[in-house]
């Protein structure tokens, strides 16, 4: 059902950008991409969501291909507190026209001192 | 207050027991979510419910009934449950069904059926 693929587990140097891929080759037009994160045991943390443009907030940047079929979620300085599990997420819509989120097996990244 | 608030934050029952999960929300939202997440999986949606009304049940087993008495309660209310039912459970909200911005989620409730 999942509409996106991850690498299972991505490891970073502290300091360093993690970029983390992802591949969404059957997104429709208007089917925008978010990116969660999981720190363990906790609830998932949306980090950023973008439909076309590449988008910057506090927390990370995402850059989607022109093509739309895959994108890459920026850490610029990876710390040792964003070890978590990245899940990338395109938003599927139902017969009945409600929206919902079908999670990905997502990525595991863990940053090294 | 921009938090999504899920009690208890821990839950044994035996299978013969009657018990609920609660979630809560002030801000707002008009679309409350549950998911369920086993160790090392990523979440997977139950239900949706769009300005009080259930929308979506992923053909969840009828042991797990939902409710959501008002715009800012949800409640999942567990029975006869099997022990491979443990799990963490997770609810979440949005501004409303159709909304681009991104959902909260609760810390989860971590449920141990024995």
């Known amino acids: 059902d999942a509409k996106t693929t991850q690498p299972p587990s991505m490891d970073c140097a502290e300091g360093r950008a993690a970029n983390l891929p992802c591949n969404h080759s059957?997104?429709?037009?208007?089917?925008?991409v978010y990116w969660y994160r999981q720190i363990h045991s906790q609830g998932p943390q949306y980090i950023i969501h973008?439909?076309?443009n590449n988008e910057t907030n506090e927390m990370a940047s995402l850059i989607i291909t022109e093509d739309r079929k895959s994108s890459t979620l920026i850490l610029p300085h990876a710390t040792l507190r964003d070890t978590a599990v990245y899940y990338c997420?395109?938003?599927?819509?139902?017969?009945?026209?409600?929206?919902?989120?079908?999670f990905g097996t997502g990525t595991r990244l863990k940053v090294l001192a | 207050d921009t938090e999504v608030t899920q009690t208890p934050k821990h839950l044994v029952m035996g299978m013969t027991n009657k018990k609920s999960l609660k979630c809560e929300q002030h801000?707002?939202?008009?679309?409350m979510y549950w998911y369920k997440q086993k160790a090392k999986k990523p979440p997977e949606l139950m239900f949706v419910?769009?300005?009080?009304?259930?929308?979506i049940n992923e053909s969840v087993p009828s042991r797990f009934s939902p409710e959501c008495p008002n715009s800012s309660l949800l409640n999942l209310h567990l029975h006869a449950l099997q022990p491979e039912d443990s799990a963490l459970y997770l609810c979440?909200?949005?501004?409303?069904?159709?909304?681009?911005?991104?959902?909260?989620f609760g810390s989860g409730t971590r449920l141990t059926v024995v």
């Open positions: 973008g439909l076309k």
């Open positions: 419910y769009s300005y009080e009304k259930l929308s």
């Open positions: 997420i395109v938003r599927l819509i139902t017969t009945s026209g409600t929206y919902k989120y079908i």
């Open positions: 979440a909200s949005s501004q409303d069904p159709s909304t681009n911005y991104g959902y909260t």
């Open positions: 801000m707002g939202h008009r679309a």
């Open positions: 059957t997104i429709s037009g208007n089917e925008y």
